[in-house]
């Protein structure tokens, strides 16, 4: 890469890669609150519906 | 397509694969175990409340608690194809969102992936969700006594956080400090000490079928995130392209 293009592109780039790094840390979070509604919800229906999963996989319960 | 919607693909056809197979190994494995330890935990309800009728000295409140653990008594699938039905699905979002993650940091390092790589990612997250907080919190068979649900539960978070951290301060630096700080932060839960289950209960099913649980519980899950990470690293790339 040589620098005549990084200083033409340079701000493409950086909004690209912006974009990039906020859809990807969005997607990252959904899943972990996915695990954490199916893992570690204190809902009683919840809990037993998913009761199993949660002893696989150890997750904290009872 | 949109970064964002192949991350999504990627995960939802991942944690379908992975949830389901998992399912069928757990069907075979931990969910006989939970089964067996179930008709001790029942039995353990029985009696102690069949011997507070008959004058339980006042101070030994074992059998209080005991009986407490399970007074709340509601909605639960029937044993059976029910219960199956619930696990499978639980079993799938919970690979789902696993795979949210995975694939979202896979993607925020930006570099495309291919199986094998994929599956140093998943056996990275396999030492972060089970390895790591498996040293202090064990999985545990149903009448396992232990501490209050939510102090586990922030010990865990913060176990399984602090070795993410640990691990990516080795897999992407190189300097000779954030190896240490490394060491500290993975070591640091475990000096601290998971929070312990109260003194003088003891579990109900034998100790045997606890330990044959435990190892169990821990192939399964290696399974599951051997298969998450290297499905993971061969359906993203495609999916991005």
């Given at each position: 890469m040589s620098t005549p293009y990084m200083v033409s592109s340079s701000a493409p780039v950086a909004t690209a890669s912006a974009t990039r790094l906020l859809q990807s840390a969005i997607a990252a979070c959904l899943g972990l609150m996915i695990v954490g509604f199916v893992g570690f919800s204190h809902i009683e229906i919840v809990h037993n519906a998913a009761h199993d999963t949660r002893h696989a996989n150890a997750f904290p319960c009872h | 397509m949109s970064l964002f919607r192949s991350i999504v693909f990627t995960a939802v056809l991942v944690g379908s694969i992975v949830g389901t197979a998992v399912t069928a190994v757990q069907f075979f494995g931990t969910s006989q175990l939970i089964a067996k330890a179930e008709v001790y935990e029942k039995a353990g309800e029985a009696l102690p409340a069949a011997g507070a009728a008959a004058a339980v000295p006042a101070g030994h409140d074992h059998a209080a608690m005991a009986a407490h653990d399970h007074e709340e008594e509601g909605w639960e699938?029937?044993?059976?194809?029910?219960?199956?039905?619930?696990?499978?699905?639980?079993?799938?979002?919970?690979?789902i969102g696993y795979a949210l993650a995975l694939t979202g940091l896979i993607s925020m390092r930006g570099k495309a992936l291919g199986w094998r790589e994929g599956l140093m990612w998943g056996l990275a997250g396999f030492s972060c969700v089970?390895?790591?907080?498996?040293?202090?919190?064990?999985?545990?068979?149903?009448?396992?006594?232990?501490?209050?649900?939510?102090?586990?539960?922030?010990?865990?978070?913060?176990?399984?956080?602090?070795?993410?951290?640990?691990?990516?301060?080795?897999?992407?630096?190189?300097?000779?400090w954030t190896a240490v700080a490394a060491i500290v932060l993975i070591a640091a839960?475990?000096?601290?000490?998971?929070?312990?289950?109260?003194?003088?209960?003891?579990?109900?099913?034998?100790?045997?079928?606890e330990h044959q649980f435990i190892a169990a519980a821990a192939m399964t899950s290696l399974v599951f995130w051997a298969l998450l990470g290297s499905l993971t690293g061969t359906f993203f790339r495609r999916f991005e392209a």
């Open positions: - | 699938p029937a044993d059976g194809v029910e219960r199956t039905a619930f696990t499978l699905a639980a079993n799938i979002l919970t690979a089970m390895i790591a907080p498996l040293l202090g919190l064990p999985p545990e068979l149903p009448g396992t006594p232990s501490a209050p649900l939510a102090d586990r539960q922030v010990w865990w978070i913060a176990t399984a956080a602090a070795t993410a951290c640990g691990l990516a301060l080795i897999a992407f630096h190189r300097k000779p839960p475990h000096v601290i000490g998971a929070p312990a289950a109260p003194e003088g209960r003891h579990a109900l099913a034998p100790e045997a079928l």
